[in-house]
Every structure is written in structure tokens, then in C-alpha cells.
């Protein structure tokens, strides 16, 4: 049975932030989580993948309708609050062609918040290797991952998105900046010195940034970037004591849980005798309470609030993206020809076997019947001229096979003739 790919998920422009935080995975979660999935009978390979701005689920199955709604459900157990009404509000599906065409799209970041970003495709290599470890990737999802990071190069190499790439981070910094008349002057607290600390440090030195404090669960990654950018290190059960020196707090945290709210920022404004304060919450998870929006002089902004400025930036590179779109829609093409080959041969192979079979049977039921006392020279020209025939009935079937380039009718041709030649048992 013909295995096709398909995606259910939801990402920054199918829902708001609350609902995608409901559903993301922890890391430490995901290879759970795909055990899950590899026990549903429907679905036979799947990875997870699962950032700031999308959670989705790549799989591959037979039977894609049962399989999808089997996704569906277990996104909606996924959920750690059903607030927000019905999940499939925000879901989005995407079966067969258009299946790779998204993801092809998400590798090359041309289905980000911002477009040309750079981040989106080394998350999808870690997504793609964590569920190889699990054991939920086989042929279809490989070839299909790997393919997507070839597409990926290919965009970067040869359209100028990569040039004018802009980060999450740069475009928070970019509204940090129009936020402050002069950023020199202010203090920056960082919680968080992952990958996206490191390049929000980066950004904000850039724009002239000087007094930057870094905190993080572990003490010694705070410590390296901190040395790196010249800032502070702040042991991070310290790190509330330090917020009334900041100006702008940033965080870029993997953490699940908030790590400042309202109460905390109410208490730290009284202290800073109610000098402003802005909050920018760019993690997976928010790691500022919502509330903080409430309090007078203080101003948050969560990975949602970037659109706009993100919308800016893709206008400036809509030409580049144009030339990507292109590229991806070859490709799409081209791993479609490589998912034809693999109903294509054994198909091919199958019906010159039956036919095969059946001209041999016929052969020697003739030479055993009232052609046995045909000499070797006529026995030969018979088989000549059968084997003839055999080759001129499959040439037909054959070059359609191999020439047709429409994905979806070369399958359904395949199984119509499976059916006319009674193939689907070999």
C-alpha cells in the first residue's frame, strides 16, 4: 500500500502564542512523545518538531485519513490547557505534495515569522535526529529530511535571503532599539545564554548596547557568554535582586515555567522609583507573565508583537523569496520522482514477471502438446517470437510509467495496473 506524507500542526499565523504554549513539547519530553506516536498502528514513521512559533508533527502512513486524526487527537492530549476552545480552530493539515512543499518552505525559513532566518534549520536537524535515536524515521521521512536540508543550502546559496537574513533576536533587538532614544545609555538584563542569548548579546552590542547582565540556570554558561560580550554574569537565584538595574529585560530561557511576574515587576518598579521598564519574551515558552502589560510603566512584548516589524523585513527580500519559492517547488518535483521509483519498480519488475511466468507456462504446455515434435531451430523462433511479443504488449505500460511526470495520476495509474494484472499480492 502506497505510504504518503503528511503534516498536522499549528504555528504563529494559525494561533496566538497561548494556544501554541499549550501544545509545545519540552525537549526532554519529545522522545516520549514519539513512542506515543510510534505505538499508533496508523501512523508508521513521524517526527516531531516543535519551536517558538510552530508545533507540528511530520509523518508518513498508508492510510492517511485514520492517521491523521490520530495526530490530531494526540496534539489535542498534548495540551496543558483547553482554555483556549477547540485545538482544531488552529490546526492546519497538509497531505502529499503540499506536505513537502511546507516543510521545504519551513527548512529554507520561508514559512517564518522572519523570513531568512537562520535558526529554523538547525532546529530541524536536531528534531529530525532526536527522532531517528527513537526510531520513528524510515525511508520516506530520511529521504524527505535530508532533502529538505539540501533545499535549505540551495536557497541560502543561491537566492540573497541568506544575505539579508534577519533572527528572531535581531528583530527583537530592532524593536528594543525603537523602544529606547538612546540605547547606549541603558542597561540590559539577558536571561538565557543559549543560542538565542548568544546572538541577542551579538545584536545588542551591534546597536551600541554597553551594560548587559547575563544570567542562566547554569552559572558557567552565563559566566563564557558574559566573557565573550564583556557583561556581568548573575547567578541566576540572584537575578531578581539585579532587575531593578535594568532598563530592558530579555528572555530567551528554555524554561517552562514564568520566571518573573507581575507581582515581582510591581515590587522592583517601586524600587526603581517607577522608571520604565520593558520586558521582551522570546523563548519557547513565555517566561514573563502576561500580566506584567497591566502595570503602569511596564511594557512587555512577546514573540507574537515582532510580527510587524518582521513584515517590514520580509517586504525588503520579497524579490529573494520569490526566487526560493521557485526552488522549492523543483525540488518538490524532484523528491516526487524519487517517491514514483518506489512504486514504479516493483511494479514494473512484478508485471514483467506475471507476463514472463505466463509465456513460459504457455510455451510448455505448446512443446508438450501438438508442438512437441517442433525441431530446435523452431523451438528457438517460437521463443524469439513470444519473448518479442511480451516486450512490444509492456513497452506501453512501461514508458508511462517512467515518462508520466504528475505525481498524483502516475499513483493512481500504478494502481489501476496492479488491479488489471492482478499484481497486488506480488
Excluded at 507540528?56 to 494526540?74: I, L, Y
Excluded at 539540501?150 to 535571503?161: N, P, Q, W, Y
Excluded at 542569548?197 to 547582565?213: E, F, N, P, T, Y
Amino acid at each position: 500500500m502506497h505510504t504518503e506524507i503528511f503534516i498536522v500542526g499549528l504555528n504563529h499565523r494559525s494561533a496566538p502564542i497561548e494556544v501554541r504554549e499549550s501544545v509545545a513539547f519540552e525537549r526532554s519530553q519529545i522522545t516520549e512523545a514519539l513512542g506515543r506516536l510510534r505505538n499508533i498502528s496508523a501512523v508508521r514513521e513521524s517526527v516531531i518538531l516543535t519551536t517558538c512559533n510552530r508545533v507540528e508533527v511530520v509523518a508518513a502512513a498508508p492510510e492517511t485519513d485514520r492517521a491523521m486524526q490520530a495526530v490530531k487527537g494526540f496534539l489535542d492530549q498534548q495540551r496543558s490547557s483547553s482554555d483556549n476552545g477547540s485545538l482544531s480552530d488552529h490546526l492546519y493539515t497538509y497531505r502529499g505534495a503540499d506536505a513537502v512543499r511546507h516543510l521545504f518552505r519551513v527548512a529554507a525559513s520561508l514559512d517564518s515569522m522572519v523570513v531568512g532566518e537562520p535558526q529554523i534549520l538547525g532546529q530541524l536537524k536536531e528534531h529530525y535526529n532526536v527522532a531517528q535515536k527513537a526510531g520513528t524515521v524510515g525511508a520516506v521521512l530520511h529521504r524527505l529530511f535530508h532533502r529538505s536540508f539540501f533545499v535549505a543550502k540551495r536557497v541560502r546559496t543561491e537566492t540573497g535571503i541568506a544575505s539579508r537574513a534577519v533572527s528572531v533576536s535581531s528583530v527583537a533587538v530592532e524593536l528594543a532599539a525603537r523602544i529606547f532614544d538612546r540605547f547606549e545609555e541603558k542597561t540590559v538584563m539577558l536571561i538565557g545564554a543559549g543560542k538565542m542569548g548568544d546572538l541577542m548579546a551579538r545584536h545588542l552590542q551591534r546597536c551600541g548596547v554597553k551594560s548587559i547582565m547575563v544570567t542562566n540556570r547554569t552559572f558557567e554558561r552565563a559566566v563564557e557568554l558574559a566573557e565573550k560580550i564583556r557583561g556581568n554574569p548573575i547567578r541566576y537565584d540572584d537575578f531578581p535582586r539585579y532587575l531593578q538595574l535594568a532598563d530592558l529585560v530579555i528572555g530567551c530561557a528554555g524554561a517552562s515555567e514564568v520566571l518573573v511576574d507581575a507581582a515581582m515587576v510591581e515590587k522592583v518598579l517601586w524600587e526603581r522609583k517607577q522608571a520604565a521598564m520593558f520586558f521582551i519574551d522570546i523563548g519557547d515558552r513565555r517566561n514573563f507573565d502576561p500580566g506584567i502589560n497591566a502595570i503602569d510603566n511596564a511594557y512587555i512584548y512577546n514573540i507574537d508583537d515582532l510580527k510587524s516589524v518582521a513584515e517590514e523585513n520580509l517586504n525588503e527580500r520579497s524579490s529573494e523569496a520569490e526566487k526560493a519559492e521557485c526552488i522549492v517547488q523543483e525540488e518538490v518535483g524532484s523528491f516526487f520522482d524519487w517517491v514514483s521509483s518506489l512504486e514504479q519498480v516493483p511494479t514494473i519488475t512484478a508485471l514483467i514477471e506475471k507476463l514472463e511466468l505466463i509465456r513460459q507456462k504457455e510455451i510448455n504446455k505448446s512443446l508438450s502438446g501438438g508442438l512437441k515434435d517442433l525441431s530446435e531451430r523452431q523451438k528457438q523462433a517460437m521463443e524469439d517470437m513470444t519473448a518479442a511479443m511480451m516486450k512490444k504488449i509492456l513497452h506501453a505500460p512501461i514508458m508511462h510509467l517512467k515518462q508520466n511526470t504528475d505525481s498524483e495520476y502516475e499513483l493512481m495509474y500504478i494502481a489501476a495496473l496492479k488491479r488489471l494484472f492482478d499484481l497486488e499480492d506480488q
